[in-house]
């Protein structure tokens, strides 16, 4: 029996690019949330907090609706020159993107909230500038938060199924990423395949826990 890579190749690429995009756009919100009194503060918790109560079907259905050729997002895009971003990768980086946020936005705000304001204030009588500190002070002592940002983003965009069938459906080598390769199997009453994909997800995910644990116990011993 052969494994079809495409969709283990399509799942790792859509889910390391989700990453990168997580971490550059989450790790700003994050700092945000950890340090801002805005009485915004509470609502957009509560909006990057969403993907965590509500169905995937759901999120993924209004993605289809914004994201579609007559959608608020979707129309101008496409009108502008743009390709389609429904059923494509890109619509999968976008739902992918809003449907782990939260996996990368909690850790992040909680790593930079146990930081305090000593350390920061200390740097600032050295005249250390708000980027020095950043980098100096925080992103030093927030190593375990960033690396289990990163994990868990990764790893929950590898076992998405709702959003990304929605958005993206099942199209080889285009959209059909793990979750969805394993669904098609099952309905084709090819349980071998499914049960051989499958399992590697589930020994994926055991293995990326235990790293993830593995990796800040030894943070928390060299910790400065």
Same mark, same amino acid.
């Given at each position: 029996?052969?494994?079809?890579?495409?969709?283990?190749?399509?799942?790792?690429?859509?889910?390391?690019?989700?990453?990168?995009?997580?971490?550059?756009?989450?790790?700003?919100?994050?700092?945000?949330?950890?340090?801002?009194?805005?009485?915004?503060?509470?609502?957009?918790?509560?909006?990057? $907090?969403?993907?965590?109560?509500?169905?995937?079907?759901?999120?993924?259905?209004?993605?289809?609706?914004?994201?579609?050729?007559?959608?608020?997002?979707?129309?101008?895009?496409?009108?502008?020159?743009?390709?389609?971003?429904?059923?494509?990768?890109?619509?999968?980086?976008?739902?992918?993107?809003?449907?782990?946020?939260?996996?990368?936005?909690?850790?992040?705000?909680?790593?930079?909230?146990?930081?305090?304001?000593?350390?920061?204030?200390?740097? $600032?009588?050295?005249?250390?500038?708000?980027?020095?500190?950043?980098?100096?002070?925080?992103?030093?002592?927030?190593?375990?938060?960033?690396?289990?940002?990163?994990?868990?983003?990764?790893?929950?965009?590898?076992?998405?199924?709702?959003?990304?069938?929605?958005?993206?459906?099942?199209?080889?080598?285009?959209?059909?990423?793990?979750?969805? $390769?394993?669904?098609?199997?099952?309905?084709?009453?090819?349980?071998?395949?499914?049960?051989?994909?499958?399992?590697?997800?589930?020994?994926?995910?055991?293995?990326?826990?235990?790293?993830?644990?593995?990796?800040?116990?030894?943070?928390?011993?060299?910790?400065?």
């Amino acid at each position: 029996m052969t494994i079809d890579w495409a969709p283990i190749v399509l799942t790792l690429r859509l889910a390391t690019t989700t990453t990168v995009v997580l971490l550059v756009l989450g790790t700003p919100l994050a700092w945000w949330l950890s340090r801002t009194a805005s009485r915004l503060r509470t609502p957009i918790e509560a909006v990057v $907090a969403l993907p965590l109560v509500l169905p995937p079907t759901v999120l993924g259905f209004y993605l289809l609706v914004v994201l579609g050729p007559h959608g608020a997002i979707g129309g101008p895009w496409e009108a502008a020159g743009g390709d389609r971003l429904v059923f494509s990768f890109p619509g999968l980086v976008i739902g992918s993107v809003l449907y782990s946020l939260p996996f990368v936005v909690q850790p992040l705000r909680n790593g930079f909230m146990a930081i305090g304001s000593g350390p920061l204030e200390a740097a $600032a009588t050295l005249g250390a500038s708000p980027l020095d500190r950043f980098v100096t002070v925080v992103l030093p002592l927030t190593r375990s938060a960033f690396l289990t940002a990163a994990t868990l983003g990764f790893a929950h965009t590898v076992g998405e199924f709702g959003v990304v069938l929605m958005v993206g459906g099942s199209i080889p080598g285009r959209t059909q990423v793990l979750s969805i $390769a394993i669904y098609d199997h099952v309905e084709l009453l090819e349980y071998t395949q499914a049960h051989l994909l499958s399992a590697g997800m589930l020994l994926f995910s055991f293995v990326v826990l235990v790293a993830v644990y593995s990796a800040n116990r030894r943070l928390e011993h060299v910790a400065p």
